[in-house]
């Protein structure tokens, strides 16, 4: 379990291909990561495999290169990093799994004072959850949603820090980046299925 305040920026090292098979080996300020330990990078929940001299390493299995970007990852490119909560610590953000939902799109990006106003449309799974002033994870950044631009979509607004300190500070319009919808919202949502199946029947 997260909560979405990301604690440093990583940089993938190398990425090693053995057949099916991902290991990442990324460089991290953490000095006492222990193999087996949690880490979300860019908001996805890994477990670390490996440690040595400032790096670590994490294998991404296909289901998850299927549903994220991470396959795509170069040398050089720079996640989002966060350690697993532990008992006691303050959540800052909100309760993020680390398990994403799959890929929203950048379509809008606008500075307004010093804020940077992003829109993302959604997929439809995580437009169903997403409210107005709701929480909601992108790239593993708990953010507030701003608006809610059109049916589909959802606004966030960088403030400078968190342009700063995360990889958010650069996107782009039509960047892919991850997203993990409300974590109370699905499960109201898995809750109220049966319901809505059968009010649907009935009409």
């Excluded at 991902?22 to 087996?36: C, I, N, Q």
């Excluded at 059109?150 to 892919?176: C, F, K």
């Amino acid at each position: 379990m997260f909560s979405g305040i990301v604690t440093a920026v990583g940089r993938v090292n190398s990425a090693r291909r053995n057949g099916e098979a991902l290991s990442l080996v990324l460089e991290s300020p953490y000095a006492d990561l222990v193999v087996g330990e949690s880490i979300a990078v860019s908001g996805v929940c890994l477990t670390v495999t490996s440690t040595e001299g400032g790096r670590f390493t994490v294998d991404v299995m296909g289901p998850t290169r299927d549903r994220t970007r991470l396959g795509g990852l170069a040398a050089g490119a720079e996640v989002n990093l966060e350690r697993a909560l532990a008992v006691g610590d303050r959540v800052g953000g909100h309760f993020v799994q680390g398990h994403v939902d799959g890929l929203c799109r950048v379509t809008r990006a606008r500075e307004v004072g010093d804020t940077l106003l992003v829109d993302i449309e959604l997929p439809p799974e995580v437009a169903e959850v997403t409210v107005l002033h709701g929480s909601i994870a992108v790239d593993g950044v708990s953010l507030t949603v701003n608006a809610i631009p059109e049916a589909g979509s959802a606004q966030v607004a960088l403030i400078p820090h968190t342009r700063a300190h995360t990889t958010l500070g650069r996107v782009r319009v039509g960047d892919r980046l991850h997203i993990e919808g409300d974590m109370m919202g699905k499960l109201v949502r898995q809750l109220l299925q049966p319901w809505l199946a059968t009010a649907a029947r009935a009409s």
